[in-house]
């Protein structure tokens, strides 16, 4: 089993969408092992999406994640990494799929309500930079 980082975003937060993505993640079977609302610090924020910092859309991306709590999971599960990358649906909701999140609660690229870790590095740098040890179960 492997461990990936997913985050309901501000505008999740905000429209009221938590539980549902809660649901969604439980009912799939992922254990939640680490779960926080948490303002992410503009450091933080530009050191998460580090590899997107020579990007025109950068200083959005930082604003917009910035913009409000958001809810940091740390979530275990067989082939987690890439089925809850599934689970979200594509990056731009115009071609996220119906029943996936994207494709069900977004409609912007900017605003798209949910993250995943893309690789298995990528989910080692991100919950570290995330949670300290002693939050994840
Ligand atoms: P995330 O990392 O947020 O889970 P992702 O892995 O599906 O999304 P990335 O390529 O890592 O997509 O892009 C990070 C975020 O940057 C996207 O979620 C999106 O909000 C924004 N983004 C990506 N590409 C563009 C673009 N071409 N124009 C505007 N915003 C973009
Ligand atoms: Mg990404």
Known sequence: SERTFAMIKPDGVKRGLTAEILRRIEHKGYRVVGLKLYQIPREVAENHYGEHSDKPFFGELVDFITS?????????????????????????????????IRGDFATSMGENVSHGSDSPESAERELALFFSDSELI
């Open 68 to 100: 409000g709590p958001v809810v940091a999971i740390a979530l275990e599960g067989e082939n987690a990494i890439a089925g809850w990358r599934s689970m979200m649906g594509a990056t731009n909701p115009a071609n996220a799929a119906p029943g996936t």
